[in-house]
């Protein structure tokens, strides 16, 4: 993997992947309100881009990944099909979980994604338990695990955490922290100093990043990922940044404070951040209005394929379940 | 055709499965000392430390990190020690191992044994004592099972570690020391039922340690003259039907068993399944299961819980009208 940071190429990579993710969930927030065809809840990462894109850039295919229920820039990332992945959305043959899961669930097992999750915090002991079986195998790759701030507040933060650290296994868990628990702010509901200083005190060396920033984010994760190719303990990074839309793409988000969310976006929009750093760097705007109305076609013709997709032959409810007493043989 | 306990049996099992597929592997708390039963013993010494793997007492992390082991390729032996305990895993078992399959649509397996120690055992008191195998039958996703004997303890966990479901396996704490032959030769099919005795005048069905009552209660009666047949399910989900039901169509009268509360136990799930098919009783159905109250204790009062042979002889002959 080449060094990031200094490097056009590089950085203009962060910015295809920030705006290809934005498109993508711009136009499944259309598919939702718009279109109707979008009928569980999704969670936008509109403005957390950074981070999905910075880390991914270092992860290799066989490489783990596990996320949120808010994962689709996770999951795009780490080179998920997004026609696959709007299928899913749409609950739509083809979809990576064959309609059956849902943005909450996304996955793609053959890019290493082992999926999305709509418990809160869950995938932490899960992550640590790939990680595990990984070191027992004696493979070589790496686990990822992203979730939000809210999860430091699980018992899984713990348990999970404290697991890879006695067990050393070779595992980056990334807390994506938006600040925001839902509607409730995180710091208005969690005790001592941060996650970073509790992850230290179970043993992980911790980074804190600014996580509306993809060159540092790419830096640091890098510098991480290095060290856990080689050997290393399992490490923590705390990726600070913030969400541009409400919870879920229903939610307006009205109980920030007033202002709160116009004063981020202008100020911190990481792709506008990507954007100003390219500049710097010579690029011409025009490069730039491309990438961006390139990402935007992908995304337009994504939403036209997956909702020209049928949905899933109805046999399909009772499918993979179990092998023995399964569904499909006996269901009462 | 070895004399064995039924702990040695499904150790037996576990060390042979290990041997034969290096990528089975144990994980709980103390497991190197044998964990707290010797279900373990020597099993650390002979695979080491990676294998046989002591955790911190995490049961959330010991369920969902063996989740995440098996998802990429591990087939994970999962100790909660005491069922009990296991309740602090729900969310992993419930929430993620039954489901992820489904979820990801066929993308992910869970090869795991997930042993949870049930039942009364000596003033366990309250959290140490429960049955709750209807809860399990009750998630789809998942594969229940209650050995009763050291033969299908032995081939019921070969089973288990042989099947790429997640299986709850239900061991019962009071019958560790119960000795029989095994046949190392021997499979069973998970599903299939075991009948443990025949019989023609009234059909008890139960599993776990009340299967054991049974039989006994079945020699009692028969020295009263009356002829039970004994059906051990062995396993809850999926539970063979056919058996119940042929079994009831020759007797025509029916006694369900176990050590679980009985209001919402499995047991009610047979007695619904023979009334849906229309067999046509002669008598009464008679439904044994713990009262619904909490195990305590005093021994007297720890008693106040217990199916007991009598109860199922009793009960056997209520369905005679005797
Ligand atoms: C165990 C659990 N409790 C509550 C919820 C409902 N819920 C879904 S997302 C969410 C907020 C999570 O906050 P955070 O972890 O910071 O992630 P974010 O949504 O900010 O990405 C809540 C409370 C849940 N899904 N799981
Ligand atoms: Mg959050």
Same mark, same amino acid.
Request: charged content about 20%; some cysteine; aromatic content about 6%.
């Given at each position: ?52 894109? *910075? ?62 999750n709509g418990v809160v ?142 004063k981020e976006i202008a ?66 | ?109 869970? &090869? ?6 049930? *039942? ?56 560790w020391g119960l000795e ?57 989900? &999926? ?84």
């Amino acid at each position: 993997m080449p060094e990031t940071g200094h490097n056009t190429q590089n950085a203009r990579q962060l910015l295809v992947m920030m705006e290809r993710i934005r498109a993508f969930e711009e136009h499944a927030i259309l598919a939702a309100e718009r279109d109707k065809l979008v009928l569980g809840a999704i969670h936008p990462s509109i403005g957390q881009e950074a981070c999905a894109a *910075g880390v991914m850039t270092h992860l290799k295919r066989a490489d783990i990944l596990l996320s949120t229920h808010r994962g689709h820039g996770h999951t795009l990332a780490k080179g998920a099909d997004p026609l696959a992945m709007m299928r899913e959305l749409l609950g739509r043959t083809g979809g990576c979980c064959g309609g059956k899961g849902g943005s909450m669930h996304i996955a793609d097992f053959g890019v290493g994604m082992l999926g999305a999750n709509g418990v809160v915090g869950a995938n932490i002991t899960i992550a640590a338990g790939a990680a595990h079986g990984i070191k027992i195998l004696g493979q070589d790759h790496i686990v990822v695990d992203i979730f939000g701030d809210g999860a430091a507040n699980r018992g899984p933060f713990l348990e999970g955490i404290n697991w890879a650290s006695v067990f050393d296994l070779p595992i980056l868990f990334i807390c994506e922290d938006n600040q925001y628990s839902a509607t409730t702010r995180t710091s208005s509901v969690t005790g001592g100093p941060g996650v970073a200083a509790r992850a230290e005190a179970l043993g992980l060396r911790a980074t804190v990043v600014d996580g509306n920033d993809a060159e540092a984010v790419a830096q640091v994760s890098g510098e991480i990922v290095a060290r856990l190719r080689g050997g290393g303990g399992p490490e923590f990074l705390h990726a600070v940044t913030y969400r541009h839309t409400g919870h879920t793409s229903f939610d307006p988000g009205a109980y920030r404070p007033e202002g709160e969310a116009d004063k981020e976006i202008a100020a911190n929009d990481p792709i506008a951040r990507q954007r100003a750093v390219l500049l710097a760097m010579g690029l011409g705007q025009d490069v730039l209005d491309a990438i961006h109305s390139e990402a935007q076609a992908e995304m337009e013709q994504v939403l036209a394929d997956a909702a020209a997709t049928p949905f899933p032959p109805d046999e399909a409810a009772f499918a993979d379940v179990q092998d023995i007493g399964s569904p499909m043989q006996e269901a009462y | 055709m070895v004399k064995m306990t039924y702990v040695e049996a499904s150790r037996l099992a576990v060390q042979e499965a290990m041997t034969a597929d290096e990528t089975v592997w144990c994980v709980g708390e103390d497991l190197g000392r044998g964990s707290v039963f010797g279900q373990y013993l020597g099993l650390q010494a002979e695979f080491g430390k990676d294998r046989v793997v002591d955790t911190p007492i995490s049961e959330a992390a010991i369920m969902g990190a063996a989740f995440g082991a098996a998802m990429v390729g591990t087939r994970p032996i999962v100790e909660m020690r005491f069922s009990d305990f296991a309740l602090c895993a729900t969310d992993e078992l419930v929430n993620q191992i039954a489901k992820a399959r489904f979820m990801f649509g066929g993308q992910s397996r869970a &090869p795991m044994v997930i042993r949870k120690p049930i *039942g009364l055992w000596r003033s366990s008191a309250a959290q140490h004592s429960q049955s709750l195998e209807s809860w399990y039958v009750h998630i789809p996703g998942l594969v229940v099972l209650c050995p009763s004997t050291p033969q299908d303890n032995y081939s019921m966990m070969k089973a288990a570690i042989a099947c790429d479901d997640p299986v709850v396996y239900l061991e019962h704490k009071n019958i560790w020391g119960l000795e029989g032959e095994v046949d190392t030769s021997l499979e069973v099919e998970i599903g299939a039922a075991s009948r443990r005795r025949e019989g023609d005048d009234v059909t008890i069905v139960s599993w776990s340690n009340t299967a054991n009552l049974s039989v006994e209660a079945a020699e009692t009666l028969a020295g009263q003259g009356i002829s039970a047949e004994v059906i051990d399910l062995r396993a809850l989900w &999926p539970w063979d039907k056919q058996m119940v039901l042929d079994s009831v169509r020759k007797t025509g009268r029916l006694v369900v068993a176990h050590e679980a509360v009985a209001v919402g136990g499995f047991g009610a799930e047979v007695v619904a399944t023979v009334a849906e098919h229309g067999e046509a009783l002669k008598g009464p159905v008679r439904r044994l299961g713990a009262p619904r109250s909490l195990v305590a204790y005093a021994p007297n009062l720890e008693d106040k819980m217990r199916v007991t042979v009598d109860m199922i002889v009793t009960a056997a002959k209520e369905t005679l009208g005797k």
